[in-house]
């Protein structure tokens, strides 16, 4: 039962442009989401997140939408530049759980110069 | 101001041997928790320890996997009479808080099983 959902496997965008990665979610017991960003041979690092009393969080290039009703995030990057071409991995926890998170699958970024 | 360390970075083991594995939280972190990656897939979540405490082990196979994270020293992840399909990336991470808070992860120790 994939709890965490994200559905194209792969994104390829030109540098300068936006990046939208999006992520959608079955569990409505989820309250906090988050993004990480994974290299090869890497551990994943802390983007973004945001909590479900919110429904947009920004930090720099980085913005994450939360729409509840649809169950559905997105990430956004702009403008996106090579070295953000990693995978991107959207991540859900319920309070009660502490901070255990359930991982989607990943989409791959590639951000061509 | 270290990040989580894990070690080791690789392990290589023979199937039928332990595999011990080791994790560093940051400092002042009390939350640690572990996270398999199976080839070609997501983190699947394993077990959530405090100091001394295993919070919740819902996600780690009831047979040959352990954990322990003792009041002085690592975490550690064990892993007894291995087989091939644990080969796998396994990674630590550790929060300051136990509610919704983001948890930084460690490189990964990379298992192979031969």
């Known amino acids: 039962d994939q709890q965490v959902k994200q559905n194209s496997p792969s994104l390829s965008v030109q540098e300068g442009r936006i990046s939208i990665l999006n992520c959608d979610y079955t569990?409505?017991?989820?309250?906090?989401f988050l993004w990480y960003k994974k290299y090869p041979a890497e551990g994943p690092t802390f983007l973004i997140s945001?909590?479900?009393?919110?429904d947009k969080n920004e930090d720099g290039r980085f913005t994450v939408f939360l729409n509840k009703s649809a169950k559905h995030l997105s990430l956004h990057i702009v403008p996106s530049q090579p070295g953000d071409s990693a995978v991107y991995f959207c991540?859900?926890?319920?309070?009660?759980?502490?901070?255990?998170?359930?991982f989607g699958e990943g989409t791959q970024l590639t951000v061509n110069p | 101001n270290a990040g989580v360390m894990q070690n080791p970075r690789h392990l290589v083991r023979r199937r039928g041997q332990e595999a011990r594995l080791r994790c560093s939280p940051m400092?002042?972190?009390?939350?640690v928790y572990w996270y398999r990656q199976l080839p070609e897939e997501g983190l699947k979540f394993m077990v959530y320890l405090q100091k001394e405490n295993i919070i919740d082990e819902s996600g780690m196979p009831k047979e040959r996997f352990s954990a322990e994270f003792p009041k002085e020293g690592p975490s550690i992840l064990r892993i007894q009479q291995v087989v091939r399909g644990d080969s796998a990336a396994y990674f630590c991470?550790?929060?300051?808080?136990?509610?919704?808070?983001?948890?930084?992860f460690g490189q990964g120790t990379r298992l192979t099983v031969v």
């Open positions: 991540a859900a926890s319920v309070e009660t759980s502490g901070s255990r998170l359930t």
């Open positions: 569990n409505s017991m989820f309250d906090y």
């Open positions: 400092k002042g972190h009390s939350h």
């Open positions: 945001i909590s479900s009393i919110k």
């Open positions: 991470a550790s929060s300051l808080q136990g509610v919704n808070t983001e948890a930084f």
